[in-house]
């Protein structure tokens, strides 16, 4: 039993000052930043409802300077008084309030950047070890290679769409249709000369007494081929 109760003491008291030397290393280290970020809020809002506290017994002291003003002035006088001393804490608040947020606020921006710095470091490890296995002349010869097949590729594309059989120069044929076109029209205007040409004088026109007798004898000529199928 005496080797066993030395044996626990012994483990306790190994225990104890492993946990005392690594309580001493994390005194010496200092605190985290959450740490340190948690403890200022923790200020911040003590100091808080302590200004809520001050504000609250300055308008206890005015309301009683008020109801003893006239009647008793002393009891007035000491309750101005003690609203003023409660002024002056409120303002130091305020100032201790605007210095804590202040460096709260330098505190998470410089644990941010350390954050951002770690991880830009880990992903600049990670590339490097992906980069590790490459080799520059590879993929030069790999790029060359690819390059050479995308050729024969469009080599061979073109070799299946070249049309078989006769081929004629696409030029050719259309400097023959346009001489085809330029002889239609020169036929098409010859035909327009062959037309009678309009007379360029002036017609005479009839006088009136000759177009009452042109009249008269175009009516004396119906009246005989009347008569004549009546006779007949």
Same mark, same amino acid.
């Given at each position: ?42 200020? *911040?809002? +003590?100091?808080?409802? /302590?200004? &809520?506290? @001050?504000?609250?017994? !300055?308008?206890?002291?005015?309301? $009683? %300077? ?65 980069? *590790?296995? +490459?080799?520059?002349? /590879?993929? &030069?010869? @790999?790029?060359?290679? !690819?390059?050479?097949?995308?050729? $024969? %590729? ?79």
């Amino acid at each position: 039993m005496s080797k066993i109760s030395k044996l626990f003491k012994g483990s306790s008291s190994s225990t104890s000052s492993s946990s005392s030397k690594s309580k001493h290393h994390r005194s010496r280290a200092g605190p985290s930043p959450q740490e340190a970020i948690h403890k200022l809020r923790e200020t *911040e809002e +003590m100091l808080t409802k /302590k200004q &809520d506290y @001050l504000e609250k017994r !300055i308008e206890q002291e005015i309301m $009683v %300077a008020k109801k003893n003003g006239t009647k008793n002035k002393r009891a007035a006088l000491q309750a101005l008084k003690r609203k003023k001393r409660l002024e002056q804490q409120l303002t130091q608040i305020d100032g201790t309030l605007s210095t804590i947020e202040f460096q709260r606020e330098a505190l998470e921006n410089s644990h941010t950047n350390t954050e951002v710095l770690k991880n830009m470091g880990f992903a600049a490890k990670a590339m490097k070890k992906v980069h *590790e296995n +490459m080799d520059l002349n /590879k993929i &030069d010869d @790999l790029m060359q290679d !690819i390059t050479e097949q995308q050729d $024969v %590729a469009q080599e061979i594309n073109d070799a299946i769409s070249r049309p078989f059989g006769e081929t004629f120069d696409e030029d050719e044929l259309l400097a023959e249709l346009a001489e085809l076109e330029q002889e239609d029209l020169e036929e098409s205007m010859k035909g327009m000369g062959r037309l009678p040409s309009v007379p360029s004088s002036k017609l005479p026109s009839a006088r009136p007494s000759q177009r009452a007798t042109t009249k008269k004898r175009v009516e004396d000529d119906d009246d005989m081929q009347m008569l004549a199928s009546w006779a007949t």
